[in-house]
């Protein structure tokens, strides 16, 4: 599951050290709720300000209703592929409370519930591609999502495909090794990384 990467000097743990995001899902792999359970159990255990919680997830499985709206709102770049997967997960925020009152860390708090998940995932064998390209108006409109919700982000969810599948121009992404800053561009203060 590891792809080419960046070389670093400090370990990971195995779910971070081989999580990436692929554009070759397995076409054919059927997933249900129970194989997701872990994965969403993860993002419910994540913290959140003041434990709001103010994260949900609207799953669809390839060929069921949910999974062709959210497909109907992906950017064409992202449809080519995610439409594949087994399973589409939208991933909202409460970003009003009940009292009207705007929840300032919940799209912090949505995120962190989705690294859970995705880490969860990727222990589980199964990998994650999250998405920012897709209209969220539309769907959330296609959603019946209330006023104070809204789609952040969505995320492809499966097991690994064959990238000869992909058209050309993604194939070579796919392949492309992972890159990242340097710690020492990132942490500074006390503590310094060459
Ligand atoms: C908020 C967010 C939005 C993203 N949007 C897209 C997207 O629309 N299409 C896509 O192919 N990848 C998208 N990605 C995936 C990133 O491109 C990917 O995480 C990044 O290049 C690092 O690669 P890695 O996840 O394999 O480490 C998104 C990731 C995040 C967290």
């Not at 064409?76 to 592929?81: E, H, K, P, R, T």
Request: proline residues 5%; glycine residues 8%; charged residues 20%.
């Amino acid at each position: 599951m590891s792809h080419d990467h960046d070389p670093h000097e400090f370990s990971l743990a195995p779910a971070l050290e081989n999580r990436w995001s692929p554009r070759a899902f397995s076409r054919t792999e059927v997933l249900d709720s129970t194989v997701l359970g872990s994965a969403f159990e993860a993002a419910r255990w994540a913290p959140s300000s003041g434990n709001s919680q103010p994260w949900s997830f609207v799953v669809g499985f390839r060929g069921d209703e949910t999974f062709g709206k959210i497909v109907a709102s992906l950017a064409s770049g992202n449809q080519v592929w995610a439409e594949h997967a087994a399973a589409l997960v939208a991933n909202v925020a409460a970003v009003v409370d009940a009292e009207g009152n705007p929840q300032s860390h919940a799209i912090y708090d949505l995120g962190q519930a989705v690294a859970h998940f995705t880490i969860q995932a990727t222990t589980d064998g199964l990998m994650v591609h999250q998405m920012g390209g897709f209209d969220a108006q539309m769907l959330g409109k296609e959603l019946m999502l209330s006023s104070s919700q809204r789609v952040v982000t969505v995320m492809a969810v499966g097991s690994a495909g064959n990238p000869a599948d992909l058209p050309e121009k993604l194939q070579e992404r796919e392949a492309r090794p992972r890159t990242r800053k340097p710690l020492s561009d990132i942490v500074e203060g006390s503590a310094r990384y060459a």
